[in-house]
């Protein structure tokens, strides 16, 4: 029954106040099973004001009272906000045998990567479909750090604890530590202004710091703090691993800094902040049935990897690189006074022949337009292509568009 009530709440509340690709988005994550988790933040949010719902086994929030979903999307596109994404596992992994382990169940090219950066990557299986995407950091030679999705909790910490597992029956040495939210939470720190707020509180210069950049530092006076230039949203930012019993604290001395003027965000525009920048969400875009290829995440498949041919599904993905595939995700711009496209929506060639469905969509506040992803048939994928959506039994028009639909704005080394 509370399950059956707070679905209602939710719908009713983003009924009024965001976009339909967000309230799909959150709904289709409500845990109904479980007493959700507290992070850190719990009463950090309910003394801001937050809506709290069940999200992946975790009351986070949805939006804050003192601005709209859209507003909150807007301000953190201009200056900045705080997302809470204490429900995200975070992991680390040891031993000199580590990075071999972890390749032997992604896609990345770890071995490549320099010390204190990082890469986004997947977990695939032996069909070549997702099971997760994540971010492995290189912290050391024998020192790996990966934030990956909560939904995905149970998953991810089966394929991990099996790598590490069979490579120790093997006499390697490699060791997993999954850290608990009680113990360690994560802030995402978003917009234009989020970098030179955080720059107030630490002592490293993070101008150095480049995007897929990690290092530690003190921050606020909390020493231990694990800084990684990356997001969610298409801006500059970082997230920010952080001792549990110190979140509030620093949450709030991020808020304190007059010189950013950051705002707390909940996850009504941190969704529609993704789908603007084209990123996908795990469960809608991607799944266990979808590769990297049909994705149209083949730069995830690190080359030096694909000549390696050694991580689950590799025959799959390799012989798709080779032979194609037949369908794409892509992404759609709809015609002034279309609806938004939803999950599951169809979409549909000019001859009324059903060629693909939505995945993500929502009305972007940036552009004032709805735009939507979704996998569409391979002739179809071109640049331009008309198609219709059936939204509520009728047709409207659209054409596949390029992706991010928004400029992404991350802080890339110099070349």
Not at 191 to 217: E, H, I, R, W, Y
Request: aromatic letters at 8%; glycine letters at 8%; one cysteine or more.
């Amino acid at each position: 029954m509370q399950s059956s009530i707070l679905r209602h709440v939710v719908r009713s509340a983003y009924s009024r106040a965001s976009g339909p690709a967000t309230r799909i988005a959150l709904i289709r994550h409500l845990s109904s099973d479980k007493t959700p988790s507290r992070t850190a933040l719990y009463e950090f949010h309910q003394k801001h004001s937050g809506k709290l719902v069940d999200f992946a086994g975790y009351w986070l929030p949805v939006q804050y009272n003192d601005q709209s979903i859209i507003k909150s999307h807007l301000y953190t596109r201009e200056y900045g906000s705080i997302f809470d994404v204490s429900h995200m596992l975070q992991t680390y992994l040891k031993g000199k045998d580590v990075i071999s382990c972890f390749e032997s169940i992604c896609t990345a090219d770890i071995k490549g990567l320099r010390n204190g950066t990082g890469t986004l990557t997947v977990f695939t299986n032996s069909s070549g479909g997702i099971l997760d995407d994540l971010i492995v950091n290189r912290v050391a030679d024998d020192v790996l750090y990966v934030v990956s999705n909560a939904s995905r909790k149970d998953v991810d910490m089966a394929n991990i604890s099996n790598a590490v597992s069979s490579f120790k029956t093997n006499g390697k040495d490699v060791s997993v530590q999954f850290l608990s939210s009680d113990d360690q939470s994560l802030l995402a720190v978003q917009g234009p202004n989020a970098v030179k707020t955080l720059q107030k509180l630490c002592s490293k210069d993070l101008s150095k710091l480049f995007f897929m950049n990690t290092t530690t530092d003190t921050i606020a006076g909390v020493e231990g703090c694990r800084i990684t230039r990356c997001g969610y949203t298409g801006e500059d930012g970082v997230e920010i691993s952080i001792p549990s019993a110190q979140a509030e604290h620093i949450a709030t001395a991020l808020l304190d800094q007059t010189i950013g003027n950051l705002k707390m965000a909940g996850l009504g525009a941190r969704d529609s902040l993704r789908v603007e920048a084209g990123l996908c969400l795990y469960g809608n875009d991607i799944d266990e049935t979808t590769t990297p290829v049909e994705a149209n995440l083949l730069w995830l498949v690190a080359k030096p990897r694909r000549v390696e041919n050694n991580f689950p599904g590799s025959d799959k993905i390799n012989s798709q690189i080779k032979n194609g595939v037949t369908r794409r995700r892509v992404g759609f711009k709809m015609d002034s006074g279309a609806p938004p496209a939803r999950q599951h929506v169809e979409i549909y060639n000019n001859e009324q022949q059903k060629v693909g469905e939505i995945t993500s969509g929502c009305p972007s506040p940036c552009l004032q337009q709805n735009i939507a992803m979704g996998y569409i048939r391979e002739e179809y994928k071109k640049l331009g292509t008309e198609i219709t959506l059936k939204v509520r039994d009728k047709h409207y028009h659209s054409a596949v568009a390029k992706m991010p639909f928004v400029a992404t704005h991350y802080y890339q080394a110099p070349k």
